[in-house]
C-alpha cells in the first residue's frame, strides 16, 4: 500500500499542463520473479518515475514503453520473458528465469475513473478490496479498463455478471490476485481478466513510550504501515506523533480499534500496564498480538490472570506470540524492532520465518 500511497502523491502533484503519464502494472507472473501481481510504476512524460515493477531490471525498458503508450494514447501489454535466461532477449540480464506481463496504461486526469483514482478511492479502506482489470481482449479499446465494480468490467466485454462470482470467490479464499480467462456472450471470444486483491495496510499497534517504540516506528514508517501508539503522552516525542496516524494515553485505548490487518505490541516494559492492555486487547483477539520481554514474564502473567480465570492460557492463543520476535539474536532497539516486524510480516503472510535455502519448492507461492 505505500508504494500505492507514493504512486498517488505523484499523480496529484503532476502539472499537467507540461506532463502526461502512464501507469505500468504487473498482471501476470510465471515462475520466478522479484515483484509480484500489482507492482505498480507511474511514469510521467519527462521520464520521472516512481514505484517499480521489478528488482530494477525492467525499469529502463519499461519507462521507454510507458512513454510509447503516453505518445500513443493507447493501452498495451509487454512481455518479459526469461525464462531460458537470454540475457539479450531485451537488452538486460535479469536471472530471475521467470515470465511477467505487463500492461501500460495512459492515465486521463480529466478521467474520474482512471486507475488511479480507481487507487485512490480504496487507500483508506479497513477491508480488502478486489479490483477487476481487463488485460487481454479483442477490442483493443477496452484493454485496461479497470473497476472494482465487476457489472462495468462485465458489461464491457459482454459477459455474464455471474460469470465473476465463482472467480471471485477462489480470489478471496485465497486472498491472491489470479488471472482468468472468460468467454464473451454474443462472440466467441476470450477475455483476460485480473481479478486483484488489494489488502488494507497494516495497522501497528505499538503500546509503549520509552525509547525503543522510536526504532519500531522509523521501521514501520519505511514498511508503510499505519502506525498507532498508546503510552504517556509527556514520554512521547514529537517524531512518534509526526509519523502516526493516532497517539493516545493509556485510558484512551478505547479510542484504537482494532480488526483483521492489526497487530498489537505490547512493550510498555510496565509490567501492570502491559497486563492491563494484554487483558483488553485479548477481547479484541487481533490477528498479531506480541509481549517483549523473557518467557517468564508471560508465566508470570499467565499465573496472574488464571487467579481470576483459571481457564486463561496464554499459550493456545494463536494471535498471541512471547517471547516477541524472530531468533535472530537482535541486541539492540533496531535489531530487536526488525525482529518483531520480521514475524508480524510472517504471521501475515502465513510462513515460518525461517532461513529460504532451507525451503523447498519456489520462495513465492505460484501466483
Given at each position: 500500500m505505500k508504494e500505492i500511497r507514493n504512486i498517488i502523491a505523484s499523480y496529484e502533484a503532476v502539472d499537467w499542463t507540461k506532463d502526461k503519464a502512464a501507469l505500468a502494472t504487473v498482471v501476470s507472473v510465471e515462475e520466478s520473479a522479484y515483484r509480484r501481481i500489482g507492482a505498480r510504476m507511474f511514469?510521467?512524460?519527462s521520464g520521472d518515475w516512481i514505484g517499480g515493477i521489478s528488482g530494477g531490471c525492467l525499469e529502463g525498458d519499461a519507462l521507454k514503453r510507458a512513454q510509447i503508450a503516453i505518445h500513443k494514447d493507447t493501452a498495451s501489454v509487454v512481455v518479459y520473458d526469461t525464462m531460458d535466461d537470454d540475457a539479450h532477449q531485451i537488452g538486460v540480464g535479469l536471472g530471475c528465469n521467470g515470465r511477467i506481463e505487463v500492461l501500460f496504461v495512459p492515465v486521463d486526469p480529466t478521467d474520474k475513473h482512471n486507475p488511479v483514482e480507481q487507487l485512490k478511492e480504496l487507500i483508506h479502506r479497513r477491508e480488502p478490496t478486489l479490483l477487476y482489470?481487463?488485460?487481454d481482449t479483442p477490442d483493443n479499446s477496452k484493454l485496461g479498463l479497470v473497476s472494482e465494480q465487476k457489472e462495468l468490467i462485465s458489461e464491457s466485454i459482454n459477459v455474464n455478471a455471474k460469470t465473476f462470482e465463482a472467480l471471485e470467490k477462489t480470489?478471496?479464499?485465497k486472498r491472491k490476485s489470479k488471472v482468468f480467462s472468460v468467454s464473451s456472450q454474443t462472440h466467441n471470444t476470450e477475455h483476460s481478466i485480473l481479478i486483484e486483491f488489494l489488502r488494507p495496510e497494516l495497522k501497528l499497534i505499538l503500546v509503549g513510550d520509552n525509547y525503543d517504540v522510536n526504532a519500531f516506528v522509523?521501521?514501520?514508517?519505511?514498511?508503510?504501515w499505519d502506525i498507532q501508539v498508546i503510552g504517556l503522552m509527556r514520554k512521547i516525542g514529537k517524531h512518534i506523533f509526526d509519523r502516526s496516524s493516532k497517539v493516545v494515553s493509556?485510558?484512551?485505548?478505547g479510542e484504537i480499534g482494532v480488526d483483521e490487518y492489526s497487530a498489537v505490541v505490547l512493550m510498555s516494559h510496565d509490567y501492570d500496564k502491559?497486563?492491563?492492555?494484554?487483558q483488553h486487547f485479548m477481547i479484541n483477539q487481533p490477528p498479531y498480538m506480541g509481549l517483549l520481554g523473557p518467557k517468564k514474564r508471560m508465566v508470570k502473567m499467565q499465573n496472574d490472570l488464571q487467579q481470576t480465570n483459571a481457564e486463561t492460557d496464554l499459550n493456545s492463543l494463536h494471535f498471541f506470540y512471547s517471547p516477541v520476535g524472530l531468533d535472530i539474536g537482535a541486541e539492540s532497539p533496531e535489531e530487536i524492532a526488525l525482529s518483531i516486524t520480521a514475524e508480524i510480516?510472517?504471521?501475515?503472510?502465513?510462513?515460518?520465518g525461517?532461513?529460504?535455502?532451507n525451503r523447498e519448492g519456489t520462495i513465492h507461492e505460484r501466483d
Amino acid at each position: 500500500m505505500k508504494e500505492i500511497r507514493n504512486i498517488i502523491a505523484s499523480y496529484e502533484a503532476v502539472d499537467w499542463t507540461k506532463d502526461k503519464a502512464a501507469l505500468a502494472t504487473v498482471v501476470s507472473v510465471e515462475e520466478s520473479a522479484y515483484r509480484r501481481i500489482g507492482a505498480r510504476m507511474f511514469v510521467k512524460s519527462s521520464g520521472d518515475w516512481i514505484g517499480g515493477i521489478s528488482g530494477g531490471c525492467l525499469e529502463g525498458d519499461a519507462l521507454k514503453r510507458a512513454q510509447i503508450a503516453i505518445h500513443k494514447d493507447t493501452a498495451s501489454v509487454v512481455v518479459y520473458d526469461t525464462m531460458d535466461d537470454d540475457a539479450h532477449q531485451i537488452g538486460v540480464g535479469l536471472g530471475c528465469n521467470g515470465r511477467i506481463e505487463v500492461l501500460f496504461v495512459p492515465v486521463d486526469p480529466t478521467d474520474k475513473h482512471n486507475p488511479v483514482e480507481q487507487l485512490k478511492e480504496l487507500i483508506h479502506r479497513r477491508e480488502p478490496t478486489l479490483l477487476y482489470q481487463i488485460i487481454d481482449t479483442p477490442d483493443n479499446s477496452k484493454l485496461g479498463l479497470v473497476s472494482e465494480q465487476k457489472e462495468l468490467i462485465s458489461e464491457s466485454i459482454n459477459v455474464n455478471a455471474k460469470t465473476f462470482e465463482a472467480l471471485e470467490k477462489t480470489v478471496k479464499e485465497k486472498r491472491k490476485s489470479k488471472v482468468f480467462s472468460v468467454s464473451s456472450q454474443t462472440h466467441n471470444t476470450e477475455h483476460s481478466i485480473l481479478i486483484e486483491f488489494l489488502r488494507p495496510e497494516l495497522k501497528l499497534i505499538l503500546v509503549g513510550d520509552n525509547y525503543d517504540v522510536n526504532a519500531f516506528v522509523g521501521i514501520a514508517t519505511e514498511l508503510g504501515w499505519d502506525i498507532q501508539v498508546i503510552g504517556l503522552m509527556r514520554k512521547i516525542g514529537k517524531h512518534i506523533f509526526d509519523r502516526s496516524s493516532k497517539v493516545v494515553s493509556y485510558d484512551q485505548v478505547g479510542e484504537i480499534g482494532v480488526d483483521e490487518y492489526s497487530a498489537v505490541v505490547l512493550m510498555s516494559h510496565d509490567y501492570d500496564k502491559d497486563m492491563k492492555m494484554l487483558q483488553h486487547f485479548m477481547i479484541n483477539q487481533p490477528p498479531y498480538m506480541g509481549l517483549l520481554g523473557p518467557k517468564k514474564r508471560m508465566v508470570k502473567m499467565q499465573n496472574d490472570l488464571q487467579q481470576t480465570n483459571a481457564e486463561t492460557d496464554l499459550n493456545s492463543l494463536h494471535f498471541f506470540y512471547s517471547p516477541v520476535g524472530l531468533d535472530i539474536g537482535a541486541e539492540s532497539p533496531e535489531e530487536i524492532a526488525l525482529s518483531i516486524t520480521a514475524e508480524i510480516v510472517a504471521v501475515f503472510r502465513d510462513r515460518d520465518g525461517s532461513f529460504l535455502k532451507n525451503r523447498e519448492g519456489t520462495i513465492h507461492e505460484r501466483d
